[in-house]
């Protein structure tokens, strides 16, 4: 498969108002924080920039491992004390040999201020589609059958940069979603 070739690069497509038809979207990936047996972390529920909610990456560590900081499953919440005290996918993956972490991701979307539904929406189309992007080692059941923007929300076209921790690279630095992936055939032009 090859990207289908739009001529220019994607931060240049605009509609009729001049605003980029993908909206730019950052997330900054906090450094992965241990959950405690209980269930318990240690991270506040803080600021403004979580009041509609967090974006969660739980991640597994073991010595027996050939690979660091593999993301196990991606996740969204309203508040993270209670969601991990009694959250199943989550205690499977803890009972586990090793160390099992949670990031935080940010998201910011640079110059618009969305408002509290919008960012509701807007963090789970982020979830559905990291689902999709990093899909080969997680433990996620729901979002996997369904292609992102395939819902009752829709969805729009977003370019998505990630920043902060890296996740020894398992975490793409930048997803344009939607693009166009083509298979080309032969071409017999020259006979």
């Not at 949670?102 to 990291?130: F, V, Y």
Request: net charge positive; aromatic share 8%.
């Amino acid at each position: 498969m090859r990207i289908a070739d739009f001529g220019q690069d994607e931060d240049l497509f605009e509609d009729a108002n001049g605003r980029p038809l993908f909206q730019p979207i950052t997330i900054d990936w906090s450094r992965p924080v241990r959950i405690a047996r209980d269930g318990s972390l240690p991270v506040k529920n803080e600021s403004d920039i979580y009041r509609n909610g967090y974006l969660y990456a739980i991640v597994r560590n073991h010595g027996n491992q050939t690979t660091k900081d593999r993301i196990a499953y991606i996740g969204i919440t309203n508040d993270l004390q209670k969601r991990f005290r009694n959250h199943p996918k989550v205690n499977d993956i803890r009972s586990q040999y090793g160390e099992t972490s949670i990031s935080i991701g940010t998201i910011a979307t640079p110059g618009r201020k969305p408002n509290g539904e919008t960012r509701k929406l807007i963090r789970e189309e982020i979830e559905h589609i990291l689902i999709w992007v990093l899909h080969g080692d997680l433990w996620n059941d729901r979002k996997v059958m369904c292609v992102p923007r395939q819902g009752t929300n829709g969805g729009r076209a977003l370019d998505i940069e990630n920043t902060g921790f890296k996740f020894s690279g398992r975490m793409p630095s930048r997803i344009i979603f939607p693009w166009v992936a083509v298979v080309p055939r032969r071409n017999n032009t020259a006979k």
